[in-house]
């Protein structure tokens, strides 16, 4: 059988090539400061297949967004959990999954680049849809789970609690690659703990460590 890509395939290699360059000089010199000549330099295309792929900056940016919401490495969609398995069982299962990705590269490098994408959006009119649109996926799928987990048992509204989750999970991220010793990972089970309540770890189901309280505490 030949090994000769088709053109479809040789098409998507290159998309792939060009979102790659184009996040990690993103994350590292800042979309403003990075020309669409040095993304193709760095995918190894012409500037000519960006263009081909791509509207632009806003283009790829809202491609490498997109990318995250439904590629399958662990590093960026996480392992799904059981359909049928307990919230506070989905829980512990963003928690692992959590202290698992978060030392990868790959995170680090996406999360140097989801700093430039919020600046991007800021400054850039045309470009914020584009990561508005990104953050409301990522809170429609932490809000479709734990409406299917709960019903209308949640503390608060299943789409404030996954806005808040999302909040969580970006602000942990980014204080733990800053600094990991003082905000290791698993700060982020303890908040998913802290926000939830009751719910995240019922008494005969187990759940997420949290951290030791003294009895004065549990009086207050």
């Known amino acids: 059988m030949s090994d000769r890509l088709t053109r ?18 993103f994350g590292e010199r800042g979309i403003h400061r990075t020309s669409l000549d040095e993304v193709a330099t760095e995918a190894g295309v012409t500037k000519g297949a960006i263009y081909a792929n791509f509207e632009g900056k806003s283009g790829l940016v809202a491609a490498i967004l997109e990318r995250r919401l439904t590629d399958a490495h662990p590093a960026y969609a996480g392992s799904p959990a059981e359909p049928d398995v307990s919230f506070a069982g989905w829980l512990r299962h963003l928690g692992t999954d959590y202290d698992t990705n978060l030392p990868l590269p790959e995170v ?32 429609q799928t932490n809000a479709k789970e734990i409406t299917e987990r709960l019903g209308d048992q949640p503390p608060i509204p299943a789409e404030q609690l ?6 969580l999970d970006i602000g942990v991220a980014f204080q733990h690659l800053i600094d990991p010793e003082a905000v290791p990972s698993e700060v982020y089970s303890h908040g998913l703990t802290a926000i939830l309540g ?9 759940g997420i460590s949290t ?9 207050q």
Do not use: N
């Open 8 to 25: 479809a395939q040789q098409q998507q290699r290159t998309r792939q090539q060009l979102l790659d360059a184009a996040e990690t000089l």
């Open 108 to 139: 680090r490098r996406f999360a140097m680049a989801v700093v430039e994408f919020w600046l991007y959006g800021m400054r850039t009119p045309q470009a914020r849809e584009s990561i508005a649109q990104w953050l409301r996926a990522v809170r």
């Open 162 to 167: 996954a806005a808040l989750m999302t909040a």
């Open 211 to 219: 951290p030791d309280r003294k009895p004065e505490d549990a009086q």
């Open 198 to 206: 009751p719910h995240a770890a019922p008494p005969d189901a187990g």
